[in-house]
């Protein structure tokens, strides 16, 4: 049931594998985790390697440590937060969850002109400044990687902007998740950031204060940016089930 684990990045090896087994439901909410000392043996690490993933667990309320020592797997449909994603968004073969990805960029998709518009309404002439400087490093970046880092920059002003709690602590999420896929982002997204007009159309609505005006234009660009992701994880699904099940993950690169 459970696999050696090799001697890099202990802690964190024995935490993706249990998280991943909690995930797929293999350990199902309910059931008690082996213990402590049990676990060390059967992965073949420390009991402190095996303490620290538990620990971890427990923050990302996928388990319960209860009175005794006893370990219980929780639902963590139910119990976890947003800060899950990421472990959500791979299988155990590293290959994507299509499900868990199209949930990401729809939440993306219903987010980011609400984001829009409380920065046009609380952000003023400050904010409107630093996302027209990115614009004009946009202009004269070369690289599309470039260019996707400042566009995500250009995000997080807006989300600073809005002066949103919920929405930096879901944008903090979103960007943890996009971190393993972020060359592919660039890829998928590469159309999408050469269209610096939407940008500093954004930019104008903040300094004006159109709220409505920020949101349209915000939703325009999240739409068509998020039919792009769309349509790669439509053949990335198609690609997936055509290809042998014990095949090399694809999940870092286009089919």
């Known amino acids: 049931m459970f696999q050696a684990i090799s001697k890099r990045s202990v802690s964190d ?4 594998q249990l998280c991943n ?3 797929s439901r293999e350990l199902k909410a309910g059931e008690e985790l082996p213990s402590e000392r049990l676990l060390s043996e059967m992965l073949g690490v420390s009991r402190n390697a095996v303490r620290e993933a538990i620990k971890r667990l427990q923050q990302a309320r996928m388990v319960e440590v209860k009175h005794g020592g006893t370990t219980t797997v929780l639902d963590y449909r139910i119990e976890a937060g947003a800060d899950l994603l990421p472990s959500l968004l791979f299988d155990r ?7 868990v990805a199209r949930s990401i960029v729809r939440m993306r998709q219903v987010l980011s002109p609400e984001i829009a518009g409380d920065a046009a309404v609380h952000g003023g002439p400050s904010t409107a400044d630093r996302l027209d400087a990115i614009v004009d490093a946009m202009v004269v970046a070369v690289a599309p990687a470039e260019l996707q880092r400042l566009a995500f920059e250009f995000w997080e002003v807006l989300v600073d902007g809005s002066g949103n709690i919920a929405y930096r602590l879901a944008f903090n999420s979103l960007r943890k998740t996009y971190e393993p896929i972020w060359d592919l982002l660039t890829k998928m997204l590469g159309r999408d950031l050469q269209k610096l007009g939407a940008f500093r159309k954004l930019a104008v609505m903040v300094r004006q204060g159109d709220r409505g005006g920020a949101m349209e234009c915000a939703r325009e660009y999240i739409d068509g940016s998020s039919n792009a992701i769309y349509q790669f994880l439509d053949l990335y699904e198609q690609h997936a089930q055509t290809a042998p099940k014990d095949g090399p993950p694809e999940s870092r690169r286009a089919p």
């Open 13 to 16: 090896e024995v935490f993706e």
């Open 21 to 23: 087994r909690i995930v």
């Open 93 to 99: 073969q590293g290959r994507i969850q299509v499900d």
